[in-house]
């Protein structure tokens, strides 16, 4: 009798499983066991101690968790309806380039290639109050008289935070639009000019519709993004000032770090990622319907 052995494609990915087991399996086990404790890394015992969903009541109780989370929702509103107009303004445009279109396509790329924290430490700078490129601007036109505390003030400070982000993601929008723009037909939009349609016309009832599933699936990895947002807002406000720029992901870390609650931290990190999960099931749905009327019209 042969002994039993693992199929050679089985042993062959055994040792990627085991390290995926042990660098993402296990933490996260672990870190869905701690939500359902007390655990404080000040208290290393406190892990021990089960008492089940009570962190989960607090949170939906905690005013400061729905405060950050509607925050995270307005950064994602705006955030992402600007990259999509932007981004479908630079894909169009580069889109009409016969010539110079591969180097327009790379450059287009440049401001997703930084890092995050590049990304924060770049846009401190440029509004800083004293010495940033922002109001050294402002004042050498003469439209202001004095610096701007941009990141000192909160309204102020979450719009810096916006045109960070905006600056750093528009790319990823101008992207899968000029891969729409690239791929479409050009008989319909030929019809449409011979039934004399108006440019606008043609771009709402014609170039838009095939371009839309590209839009969501941008915005799809972009919802994603945004939800968890915490490296431009760490490095350029840490949710300041006064908590006026915490989003969830910023006010977690706070949580479990400066606060060392770490059980709670953790609990509000799940209640986060349903969140997230919730926003990509709807662009998802959204992705579908488009997908549906692109083929039926086309």
Known sequence: MKAWRLPPPVLLLLPAVIVLAAIVLLPLLLSLYSSFTPFRLTRP????????????????????????????????????????????????LVERFTRGQRILRTILMFPMMFSPILVGFQFKFMFN??????????????????????????????????????????????????AGLMAMPRDPLEAARVDGCTPWQTFRYVTWPFLMPFAFIAMTIRSLDVARAYDIIKIMTDGGPAG?????????????????????????????????????AYFFSQLGKARAQVAADW
């Open 45 to 92: 015992e406190t892990i021990y101690d089960w008492v089940g969903f009570r962190n989960y009541e607090r949170i939906f109780t905690d005013a400061d968790f729905w405060i950050a989370f509607g925050r995270t929702v307005l950064l994602l509103t705006v955030a992402l309806n600007l990259e999509m107009i932007l981004g479908l303004g630079l894909a169009m």
């Open 129 to 178: 109050d004293n010495v940033g490129l922002v109001n050294n601007a402002l004042q050498s036109l003469g439209l202001t008289d004095q610096a701007i505390p941009w990141l000192i003030d909160g309204t102020l400070a979450f719009i810096a935070i916006c045109v960070a982000e905006v600056w750093s993601s528009t790319s990823v929008f101008a992207i899968f639009i000029l």
């Open 244 to 280: 006026r720029t915490e989003v969830l992901w910023t006010l977690i870390a706070r949580t479990a770090y400066s606060d060392a609650r770490m059980g709670m931290a953790n609990a509000m990190a799940y209640v986060a990622i349903l969140l997230s999960i919730a926003f990509t």
